[in-house]
């Protein structure tokens, strides 16, 4: 306050005694450019640190949305290998789809009762199977007659098969369908419904005894009634050693105009035969394989397109967020900026008022306009400095303690240096020190233009 | 000459009305010299001080101080030529409310340049001289009305002017302080200083050496 080595009175003194002497409205004033000072410093930050923010979210969401999309293709993969193979299965049980008959077989009858009244040779199947047919896939012999259950006092239809009888020249597949082993019975759901059979129950069929193996699911169609035992007993019950009624070829991509191919080459390989498709479930079959495949392929590709939308719709939202936030901060910063310049101006004018004697008095001692006005102005840049200084401090703390709750995301030196939160703390103490003195300036004008005469006389 | 004002006018206009202040108002005082002017409120008395201290031009005369036309320099030469020659003495004090007594005075200073300014010493001695050692780290408010003005009187002391003006300077005062302050008056005049009081209580006048009436701005032997 005074001169160190004189002990004098110096301007800078004279300052600091009128701050002392009037510090509530000293202290109001620097809390007012603090207050502006931590807003400004705030929302910048904020948004700086926001942006960076929601960079590193993105590009961690980018991050999980790959690994997810990896991680359900590797899935995808497994089960849609399994989703096939259970398909393929579950397809099979559904029927067969292509039946090699006899000629003269009248298939009025067979889509009546499901019965079958012509026969071929055994060796027919045989020959095909050792033939190049490159159209059908899988062989099942079969006969199949509609008879007189006398010990149940039922109507069925019975079906003898076996097992895949393997084409010689492909390598051996996995069978379609499991053979019914000697000494078993395979039923239908309505016998079963009817006789109250159940699984391991042993049951005589014209005099031979089978144990029952499985129960077939209800299929509403024939083979509700039907019951299957192994091709050589059926043949040797029905008189039929060495005749089957039909071969049962599964032919896995049948559909559409590849029938009259399939029928074409089992004509050269087998005259006197005729083809049918049986069941459409056959073309079902190879779609339900295709689509299994396909939804496989397309809920990958939803997983793909669900991932990157729900990235692009968080940065559009967060985009649009900080848009939001960049307008109201521009909006913000010079409405706090104008606010508190009024609120400066109005306490450096009430100052004025209240110093107009005493800035009388300056004149008469010979002080002059620049001494004066540097009275004024140094007040006003020290309330800039140390209000600037408080308030971004105050705003340093709030980031930091919102950096703090995101800590496991983001280390504290880490966003700051990214988010460059030094620029903002260094310019905004010298900017609210240009804005107390801009707004202290008209006060301090008026001071200088004052006549001191005027005051001395008492006004 | 110490001071000389030959001819001055001057008129206050407002939107309505004009007063002339000072009307061919001419004095002067030599080294020594302790002028009294003597007038009713509103005469111009003060104009008259203020335009003699370099505060307050005229609209035409001549001010001369020292053989220097003050209101020929530019504003801030004045300001300093001011501080180094002129003393002030308000009725209304005019002291600094945040400073302490010893500060007060010292502040009479700070329109010097700081190689010019007064010691410490000087203030203390004008301390002892006014009897404010006591007082000397109490803030005007802590003071008594004679206190304050004797402070005032010491602060105008401080760098040795050759011109005292003194306005009013026992107005605010009881009669013992009164005599007080005209005591220092007539020292500091008795040391070869001029004074120049103006004032409207004739008991205060009867303390200088010569009484000029004013009366609507004229200024009458």
Redesign the interface.
């Known amino acids: 306050m005074r001169?160190a080595e004189?002990?004098?009175?110096t301007?800078m003194g004279?300052v600091i005694?009128?701050i002392?002497?009037?510090k509530w409205s000293f202290l109001l004033a620097i809390f007012a450019v603090a207050v502006a000072a931590a807003m400004i410093f705030g929302s910048e930050a904020l948004l700086r640190v926001d942006q960076q923010m929601t960079e590193r979210f993105l590009q961690q969401k980018q991050l999980e949305t790959e690994r997810y999309i990896q991680d359900h293709e590797e899935q995808v993969a497994t089960t849609g290998a399994k989703l096939q193979d259970t398909v393929r299965k579950q397809m099979l049980t559904l029927g067969f789809n292509i039946l090699i008959l006899p000629m003269d077989v009248d298939l009025s009858k067979l889509h009546l009762d499901g019965s079958i009244t012509a026969t071929m040779p055994y060796s027919y199947a045989e020959k095909l199977s050792s033939s190049n047919i490159v159209t059908v896939n899988h062989l099942l012999p079969s006969v199949t007659k509609r008879v007189r259950w006398t010990e149940q006092e039922l109507d069925v239809v019975i079906n003898g098969t076996r097992g895949e009888i393997p084409i010689m020249h492909r390598a051996l597949k996995q069978p379609m369908l499991d053979a019914v082993a000697p000494g078993k019975m395979v039923v239908g759901a309505t016998i079963q419904q009817r006789l109250k059979l159940a699984l391991g129950q042993k049951v005589t069929l014209l005099g031979r005894e089978f144990t029952i193996s499985k129960i077939q699911p209800e299929r509403g169609s024939i083979e509700d009634m039907s019951l299957w035992i192994d091709l050589a007993a059926a043949q040797e019950m029905l008189g039929m050693q060495n005749l089957i009624h039909a071969i049962l070829a599964l032919e896995c991509e049948c559909s559409g105009d590849r029938l009259s191919e399939i029928r074409r080459e089992i004509a050269e390989i087998l005259p006197g035969t005729q083809v049918i498709e049986r069941y459409s479930q056959a073309v079902t079959r190879a779609e339900a394989r295709t689509e299994s495949k396909r939804a496989a392929d397309e809920a990958l590709a939803m997983a793909k397109t669900d991932g990157q939308a729900t990235l692009d719709r968080e940065r559009v939202q967060r985009t649009a967020l900080l848009q939001k936030q960049q307008a109201l901060n521009s909006m913000l910063e010079p409405s706090v900026i104008v606010s508190t310049c009024c609120v400066l101006a109005v306490l450096a004018f009430h100052n004025f008022r209240q110093r107009k004697?005493?800035i009388?008095?300056?004149?008469?001692?010979?002080?002059?306009?620049?001494?004066i006005l540097g009275v004024f102005l140094f007040k006003a840049m020290l309330i800039g400095a140390l209000g600037g200084f408080i308030g971004v401090a105050s705003g340093i703390a709030i980031i930091v303690a919102r950096i703090l709750r995101m800590r496991p995301l983001v280390s504290l030196p880490e966003i700051w240096t990214s988010a460059s939160l030094t620029a903002p703390a260094a310019w905004i103490p010298i900017l609210m020190i240009l804005l107390t003195v801009v707004a202290s300036w008209l006060a301090a004008f008026q001071a200088i233009r004052q006549d001191?005469?005027i005051v001395?006389?008492?006004e | 000459m110490l001071l000389s004002l030959e001819g001055l006018n001057k008129v206050y206009s407002t939107s309505s009305t004009k007063v002339q202040a000072l009307c061919d108002v001419s004095l002067s005082l030599s080294e020594g010299d302790f002028v009294a002017v003597q007038g009713p409120s509103g005469s111009g008395k003060s104009t008259l001080l203020l335009t003699a201290g370099t505060m307050l031009a005229p609209d035409s005369g001549r001010v001369s101080i020292l053989d220097e036309t003050p209101y020929a320099m530019p504003t801030n030469m004045r300001a300093a030529f001011r501080a180094k020659h002129i003393g002030f003495v308000f009725q209304q004090f005019h002291l600094v409310p945040y400073l302490s007594v010893f500060e007060n005075i010292q502040a009479a200073s700070l329109g010097l340049p700081a190689s010019k300014r007064m010691t410490n010493s000087k203030v203390e001695q004008l301390l002892e001289q006014f009897g404010l050692e006591s007082r000397s780290r109490h803030t005007p408010s802590q003071l008594s009305v004679g206190e304050r003005q004797r402070c005032c009187i010491a602060r105008a002391l401080l760098n040795d002017p050759k011109l005292l003006l003194a306005d009013e300077p026992s107005g605010s005062l009881d009669e013992s302080n009164a005599r007080i302050v005209m005591q220092e008056l007539r020292r500091f005049s008795q040391n070869g200083g001029a004074v120049l009081l103006v004032t409207h209580d004739s008991r205060a006048a009867q303390s200088a050496d010569r009484i000029v009436q004013m009366q609507s701005g004229v200024l009458t032997c």
Not at chain 1, 360 to 371: E, F, P, Q, T, V
Request: overall charge positive; glycine content about 16%; hydrophobic content about 40%.
């Open positions: 001169n004189t002990g004098q009175l301007l004279l005694r009128e002392q002497f009037r004697s005493e009388g008095l300056m004149r008469a001692l010979g002080l002059g306009s620049a001494s001191a005469a001395l006389q008492g």
